[in-house]
């Protein structure tokens, strides 16, 4: 079954530093998303992303934070300038529109430590 | 934002049923999801209602909507210890398919 992959799986970085989460999306998937989850936390959307361009963000999202499709498989996060309170772990996730359900599939997630 | 609110936990022993309630604040609701979440993994999809629907059935799983009440179960029949996990309920809204909101989770102990 297709997945959503995502690098790494864990990054340790010191306040201050950029970071950038990988993701490839599946391959037929239109719409991408990235997710955040602090611990104990709810689940929180942080931006959406269709026709190479962000279509939705959340107030989190503001701009320390970008997005890119550099090329036809990979979906980047880049937080430039971390802090603490960024230590979370990150989801990408993609959706097929045509798909019943306008189900949504996540990665395994990008665990962000920052310290 | 839209609320979905979740127990946080639950504790059965194996071979009993398991009921996972949640609730949401959005009456626009279109879909609603019950994801899985396994200690350091993603986040897996189990299953999906649409709001047009009052239950849902998937083998051991099965979902009921209280559209009226805007509640949302989820019950595991048979429950295993490898359906220790976290679940985590979550809604579309009718005007905006991207966004999903999701409850806290609740994390589920299935005691042997």
């Known amino acids: 079954e297709p997945e959503v992959t995502q690098t790494p799986s864990h990054q340790v970085t010191q306040m201050g530093q950029e970071v950038i989460l990988r993701c490839v999306p599946i391959?037929?998937?239109?719409?991408f998303y990235w997710y955040r989850q602090i611990l104990g936390q709810k689940v929180e959307f942080l931006v959406s992303?269709?026709?190479?361009?962000?279509?939705?963000k959340s107030e989190i999202f503001d701009d320390q934070f970008s997005v890119e499709r550099p090329d036809g498989s990979n979906f980047t996060l880049k937080i430039r300038s971390t802090k603490l309170e960024d230590s979370a772990m990150y989801f990408c996730a993609s959706r097929d529109i045509t798909a019943a359900g306008n189900t949504i599939y996540f990665g395994e997630g990008s665990w962000l430590t920052v310290v | 934002g839209e609320d979905v609110e979740q127990s946080l936990f639950l504790s059965v022993r194996e071979g009993d049923s398991s009921v996972i309630n949640c609730t949401y604040t959005d009456s626009s609701s279109t879909y609603l999801y019950w994801y899985k979440q396994e200690p350091g993994a993603g986040l897996q999809l189990l299953t999906y209602?649409?709001?047009?629907?009052d239950m849902k059935q998937d083998q051991r799983l099965t979902v009921l909507l209280n559209k009226k009440d805007k509640h949302l179960s989820l019950r595991i029949a048979d429950t295993q210890t490898g359906d220790s996990a976290i679940y985590f309920c979550?809604?579309?809204?009718?005007?905006?398919?991207?966004?999903?909101?999701f409850g806290s989770g609740t994390k589920l102990n299935v005691k042997p």
């Open positions: 209602i649409f709001s047009n629907m």
């Open positions: 979550a809604e579309t809204p009718g005007y905006n398919f991207n966004k999903f909101y």
């Open positions: 992303f269709y026709n190479n361009e962000i279509s939705e």
């Open positions: 391959s037929n998937h239109l719409y």
